[in-house]
Nanobody, 115 residues
Framework: VQLVESGGGLVQPGESLRLSCAASGFTFTTYDMNWYRQGPGKGREFVASITNSNLIPNYADSVKGRFTISRDNVKSTVYLQMNSLKPDDTAVYYC?????????WGQGTQVTVSS
């Protein structure tokens, strides 16, 4: 299983970013996909998830209405569109899949929101 995140960067408050996670090594269409984040001095927290076939999203309260998760089952890629970014969104963002009772993580992509 390999998960490779991209799209992070430094943005100002109110701006947007789109993260991508390219997945390989497993049958992508079989599994729900998740985004987590870990801010400075904080634990890793759930951000969003999307089911495998019905594409039903779920969001942490802190990002509802600002972030949108989506997936392309042909490209085996999951996305996180982040709008109206706030300094509190500063974190390393991780792609995650739970497969056969085991969690798999990407290497993470840094998102910094600062003026």
């Amino acid at each position: 299983v390999q998960l490779v995140e991209s799209g992070g960067g430094l943005v100002q408050p109110g701006e947007s970013l789109r993260l991508s996670c390219a997945a390989s090594g497993f049958t992508f269409t079989t599994y729900d996909m998740n985004w987590y984040r870990q801010g400075p001095g904080k634990g890793r927290e759930f951000v969003a998830s999307i089911t495998n076939s019905n594409l039903i999203p779920n969001y942490a309260d802190s990002v509802k209405g600002r972030f949108t998760i989506s997936r392309d089952n042909v490209k085996s890629t999951v996305y996180l569109q982040m709008n109206s970014l706030k300094p509190d969104d500063t974190a390393v963002y991780y792609c995650n899949v739970r497969r056969l009772g085991q969690n798999y993580w990407g290497q993470g992509t840094q998102v910094t929101v600062s003026s």
